[in-house]
């Protein structure tokens, strides 16, 4: 069982950041994908970006809406995923959900409760 619990969103103006933390517990953080979703209002959620533990390395994944704007990074001794946010747009207000799959199971997967950001104009 893994209990996933995000923190770091809030209010910004448009052109700020954010950095959004997601400190896993339970056993085995290396072992799964973490990643970052997001629900604007009255949208369906939709993936911001991933990172797998891989043998040379983290390897990512981002949406080509926050591509070059987002980094999404792990510190496996805190067992903690961030996703830095720069330059920020209205439309990138959201709940942010925090994501964790299974790398060998992918039907074992956990969700945060998420967190709101809002990006004014």
């Known amino acids: 069982q893994v209990q996933l619990v995000e923190s770091g969103g809030g209010l910004v103006q448009a052109g700020g950041s954010l950095r959004l933390s997601c400190a896993a517990s339970?056993?085995?953080?290396?072992?799964?994908?973490m990643g970052w979703y997001r629900q604007p209002p009255g949208q369906q959620r939709e993936l911001v970006a991933t990172?797998?533990?891989?043998?040379?390395?983290?390897?990512?994944n981002y949406a080509d809406s926050v591509k070059g704007r987002f980094s999404i990074s792990r510190d496996s001794t805190k067992a903690t995923v961030y996703l830095q946010m720069n330059s920020l747009k209205p439309e990138d207000t959201a709940v942010y959900y925090c994501?964790?799959?299974?790398?060998?199971?992918?039907?074992?997967?956990?969700w945060g409760r998420g967190t709101q950001v809002t990006v004014s104009s």
């Open positions: 994501h964790a799959r299974h790398d060998f199971v992918a039907s074992v997967n956990y």
């Open positions: 990172i797998t533990s891989g043998s040379s390395g983290d390897i990512t």
């Open positions: 339970g056993s085995g953080f290396w072992l799964y994908t």
